[in-house]
């Protein structure tokens, strides 16, 4: 059998930045077992399998190399970016035109963004938020990034980390400082045991400059999936905005997470929340960059 297969750089323009993502379009043709052992042999963080359900409705289904996920944040951008510029979706000149993806975590629309007939930016929105649980004793975090509890909080202040979801769940930790940041000492078969325990994808650890900063700086590790480190992760930062808003950490409704420095792949991701009817929706997005295109023979 031969796939067509495509690796992208997301949340970024640039090649060698951004969270690396494999697309393969026409996946209708492949089994369950088929998707695992390509997601295994390509291992990147994700791989998304697309199958053509109808007009600008697409099943997609996202394998990390070790097990399926319900959702892909940088899957996603790299998704639709490959898809919008490679033919499958039929382009407009100029504007923004919506699909459907439908996931394990719903269906949810997408936004591509065309300027003179270029694809500029794929816009996500990814699952309702949802608090699953505040953190109370945060013991044994702190041991696994090799911090005390005086560095957790954003300013002078102590906020307590609490368990989002926008599709996936994570643990959004506030960080006091970049440095401090930027210098957290991992033990990941620690951060396996306490994200199962929690049952949570990974923990999402940020750093907010000041109230109502126009940016965040994040840092993220999923490795009960295989992720030791991530470079850009949409969902988490989805998450991180709700937790943000909700808290009234920030008045405006989009934010840029930085993302991948730590991995010298430095991410951008805009991330976008608006309330309706006392129900947030949030909406992440970004850039994308095709740096391999090719067959897989199998």
């Known amino acids: 059998m031969e796939i067509n297969i495509y690796q ?7 090649a060698f930045s951004g969270n690396p993502a494999v697309v ?3 996946a209708h043709v492949l089994s369950d077992e088929e998707m695992q052992k390509i997601a295994n042999e390509l291992n990147v963080s994700e791989t998304a399998f697309v199958s053509f359900l109808d007009k600008d409705l697409y099943e997609v289904r996202y394998f990390t190399p070790k097990k399926e996920v319900e959702l892909c944040g940088h899957g996603t951008i790299a998704t639709f970016y ?3 510029l490679k033919g499958y979706i039929e382009p407009i000149y100029n504007g923004k035109k919506t699909v459907y993806q439908v996931t394990k975590a719903g269906k949810l629309p997408v936004e591509i963004e065309f300027k003179d007939n270029e694809v500029k930016s794929i816009i996500m929105e990814v699952a309702r938020p949802r ?8 013991t044994l975090i702190l041991k696994a990034i090799g911090i005390d509890e005086s560095k957790v909080g954003i300013g002078n202040r102590l906020v307590m980390p609490e368990i989002i979801s926008t599709g996936l769940s994570d643990i959004i ?9 930027d210098n957290l000492k991992v033990n990941y078969l ?6 199962r325990d929690l049952d949570v994808v990974g923990i999402h650890a940020f750093y907010l400059p ?27 930062n989805g998450s991180l905005i709700y937790f943000l808003k909700k808290n009234n950490l920030i008045s405006q409704n989009k934010i840029t997470a930085i993302q991948g420095e730590s991995l010298n792949r430095p991410s951008e991701i805009e991330c976008y929340i608006h309330n309706e009817k006392d129900e947030y929706k949030v909406k992440v997005g ?11 023979n199998f």
């Open 8 to 14: 992208v750089d997301a949340f970024t323009s640039n």
């Open 24 to 26: 393969v379009p026409d």
């Open 82 to 84: 490959t898809l919008a």
């Open 131 to 138: 608090k699953l649980k505040d953190i109370e004793d945060i």
């Open 173 to 181: 930790l506030p960080i006091k400082d970049k440095e401090t940041l």
């Open 190 to 195: 620690d951060i396996i045991d306490i994200t």
């Open 210 to 236: 000041k109230k109502d900063s126009s940016k965040v700086y994040g840092r993220n590790f999923a490795p009960i999936v295989g992720i030791n480190e991530e470079a850009a992760t949409g969902t988490s």
């Open 286 to 296: 970004g850039r994308a960059k095709i740096v391999v295109e090719g067959i897989m």
